[in-house]
């Protein structure tokens, strides 16, 4: 883009960038006779566009598992005693920050794979403000603004930001260690995940383009509203609840952020192609902050995601996206949990970490846990990684829905009990009832021995459910569209098992109640839109949990804080529709359960999980035909959270068997493991044929052939098999 020197240009040029990126129809874009809007909108809108994808050139630098020490406490110097430490401590990567370039010869000579820090600068992608933005979550006209002042997505700020990504990028596209640029750190179209309903821009005209290409019939006026608005409306019947004014602006605010960074990524790529670009510090799946990751995954070739947040859903949407994690040492932790996070993140298709060094050195000499530490990263980055750098991953014919709009009307339902307070709420990976039912849903399979892999909306609207898939798992899937409601119905009639939890399709995409849920003839249920809160789980909410009340608690204490209906240890959630409905819808199967997982984590942390327990969400699972074929057992059941994933990579197939531990993070990413129990447990790992050339990746030991193999499992650590060719019987 030219220099812009006046105001006048500065405003022809924002308002070719609002079109630019948030028009629905670019030239030449045509809508079929009789075509769904929202197909429409998913099959031509910018947002759904994807960047650059090279994953063959990505692997050639991303070959091995990296793990990126940032040298925030560093004391050891960048020197020969601080590469001498790498080698010996096996870390084989490192970060230069804003451009720097002053740290190059030492990664060069150390051969110390990095990435570049906020190449896009600090301040306009993550923003920081003084009060906490409390004087700007009431006003839906404020816009988006920081301590640096308003830092609106526009033309203006495209160009300044391209200017500084271009110079950054040409200082460091020399190093022949170089592997990603980071535009920023903790990177959101607010701050982190904040309920700041700001415009992100003065073009109140592109919203007006957008709408009328979002809506395709019959678009509404645009408003401007704040969650403020919501709180009146709880009292209503459900066809008279309308959130959309709300979600529609917020909709769009996602899709500005993503084309925005999208024109980010695309710049550094115009300075250096071979290298992927992306951000750092990404947070949950949500409905503040621009985390809608069927959008984000579009527009990012590199992502550091903390763990616990967005970890399957990104290696499902982004298969080719180089993904890390952040690595915290936790003094009060023993090291078992830097090993088990190590191995986890690698069985879990994640490509290395970025350290966070604080209590690494006492002056310069390594504190006792890294001596405890490196040999699993050493054997990580040195050997095992590169085996499965590469590799893609493989599910068990288990696909889960990712739907945005749920996301959306899951915030506005949860936030009914925080009343006026709403703009505290900031940890929804903690409280929000899509984040818990996700993650029950996540537990309940891979405890199961059953592994998955998510499905985006647009997808689902564009093409159908994938043929690789069995069965489609609909976490609380509160909003769907007319289109998305057909491909579901498509696939089950096509021999699909539909399973969803509650609540299923009572809202439409822009979060408008409806009077019959967009599934009901699926399902063989009924709703008439006359339900109130009172039909819903205690009654008192709409949602299971008082999320206010259970703010400052744990599990328990969040799950007692109403009290519905249990049956088979599980919330009801509509009393009057029964539970476990089954139809035969085809040559496929409708599954409806009216029960929410959530109680599920409970029942973890204390313990009381088996496959019994977890049969009345697995059994539909297991009906349509999906079998684990890794079946771990020990002492001839299966052992409590144990999983096991599953790779292929040159004709081979790659088997970890771990522990499946709780992971929460803040959203500075600070990481704690719950639950993780040590020792080694003998295990039986048994197949469903004759396995050929298997090896223990582990000890080199040639295992041969054979269905059944005795085996030892490092309980904080990982069991490593490959094999030649592919699972037997898929």
């Given at each position: ?58 692997t ?25 430490f ?10 230069t ?37 409390k ?65 992100m821009?003065?073009d ?29 409306q ?27 960074l999208?024109?980010?990524v ?23 902050g ?77 504190r ?9 990263n ?22 889960i ?53 998510w ?11 994938p ?42 995409q ?39 009340k ?181």
């Amino acid at each position: 883009m030219p220099r812009i020197k006046t105001k006048s240009d500065i405003k022809k040029s924002l308002i070719v960038f609002a079109l630019g990126c948030c028009s629905l129809f670019p030239a030449g874009a045509t809508r079929a006779a009789g075509e769904d809007p929202y197909l429409t909108y998913v099959r031509n809108a910018p947002e759904f566009k994807a960047v650059r994808q090279d994953p063959a050139a990505w692997t050639a630098r991303w070959n091995t598992w990296v793990y990126m020490p940032w040298r925030f406490k560093w004391t050891i110097g960048t020197g020969d005693e601080g590469g001498q430490f790498c080698k010996d401590y096996g870390f084989n990567g490192g970060f230069t920050d804003h451009g720097d370039t002053s740290v190059l010869p030492w990664l060069d000579k150390w051969n110390l794979k990095f990435y570049n820090d906020h190449t896009a600068a600090k301040g306009y992608l993550c923003l920081q403000d003084k009060d906490g933005f409390k004087s700007f979550k009431r006003d839906a006209r404020a816009i988006r603004r920081g301590a640096k002042g308003e830092a609106a997505l526009d033309a203006a700020l495209l160009q300044k930001l391209k200017a500084l990504v271009t110079g950054n990028v040409n200082k460091l596209k020399k190093s022949p260690v170089r592997i990603a640029y980071a535009l920023d750190d903790e990177v959101s179209s607010g701050s982190f995940l904040k309920p700041i309903p700001w415009r992100m821009n003065a073009d109140d005209k592109a919203y007006e383009t957008w709408l009328a290409g979002y809506y395709g019939v019959n678009p509404p006026a645009a408003q401007y509203v704040t969650p403020d608005f919501l709180q009146p409306q709880y009292g209503r019947k459900l066809s008279e609840l309308d959130f959309s004014p709300l979600l529609d602006r917020i909709t769009y605010n996602d899709s500005l952020w993503a084309n925005f960074l999208g024109d980010l990524v695309e710049c550094s790529n115009t300075a250096d192609p071979e290298t992927p670009c992306g951000f750092v510090g990404g947070q949950t799946p949500n409905m503040w902050g621009g985390y809608d990751y069927v959008k984000l995954t579009k527009k990012i070739q590199f992502i550091e995601a903390y763990l616990g947040t967005a970890q399957s859903i990104i290696r499902s949407l982004g298969p080719k996206i180089p993904q890390v994690t952040t690595h915290f040492h936790q003094d009060k932790a023993d090291v078992a949990s830097d090993i088990w996070q190590t191995w986890w993140c690698l069985a879990n298709g994640n490509r290395g970490m970025i350290g966070w060094v604080d209590g690494w050195f006492d002056d310069k000499v390594p504190r006792k846990w890294l001596s405890e530490y490196k040999d699993t990263n050493k054997e990580v980055s040195s050997v095992q990684g590169m085996k499965v750098a590469g590799a893609k991953w493989i599910h068990d014919g288990v696909a889960i829905y990712y739907s945005q709009a749920s996301i959306q009307v899951s915030w506005c339902l949860d936030i009914e009990a925080h009343g006026k307070t709403w703009g505290n709420r900031g940890d929804d990976a903690v409280h929000g009832t899509w984040s818990n039912v996700r993650t029950a849903w996540e537990y309940l399979l891979t405890d199961s021995g059953i592994q998955y892999n998510w499905v985006g909306y647009d997808d689902l609207i564009l093409n159908g459910v994938p043929k690789e898939f069995k069965v489609l798992i609909l976490p609380s899937c509160y909003a769907l569209s007319d289109i998305e409601a057909k491909r579901i119905r498509d696939f089950c009639e096509a021999g699909g098992t539909v399973i969803a939890d509650f609540a299923c399709g009572i809202f439409d995409q822009h979060g408008k109640g409806r009077k019959a849920g967009a599934l009901d003839d699926l399902f063989g249920i009924k709703h008439d839109g006359n339900e109130t809160k009172k039909d819903f789980f205690a009654g008192s909410l709409w949602v299971e949990t008082n999320q206010d009340k259970g703010f400052s608690g744990g599990t328990r204490k969040r799950l007692e804080t109403l009290s519905p209906k249990l049956q088979d240890g599980f919330a009801v959630a509509e009393p009057k529709l029964g539970v476990k409905h089954t139809m035969k819808v085809g040559m496929g199967t409708a599954v409806y359960l009216n029960l929410s997982p959530q109680r599920y984590h409970l029942y973890r942390e204390e313990g009381k999980t088996d496959d019994a327990q977890r049969a009345v969400f697995t059994g539909p699972v297991l009906a349509a035909g999906i079998k684990p074929w890794v079946k771990v057992t020990a002492a001839g059941k299966r052992p409590t959270n144990v999983e096991a994933t599953y790779f292929t990579k040159n004709g081979r197939t790659w088997v970890f068997i771990l522990q499946n531990a709780r992971v929460t993070s803040t959203a500075l990413g600070d990481t704690k493991t719950e639950g993780l129990t040590g020792g080694r447990l003998p295990i039986e790992v048994e197949f469903p044929g004759v396995l050929q050339g298997v090896v223990d990746e582990r000890s080199g030991k040639q295992l041969g052939a054979g269905s059944k193999f005795k085996l030892e499992l490092p309980m904080a650590e990982a069991v490593m098999l490959s094999f030649a060719g592919t699972p037997p019987g898929r």
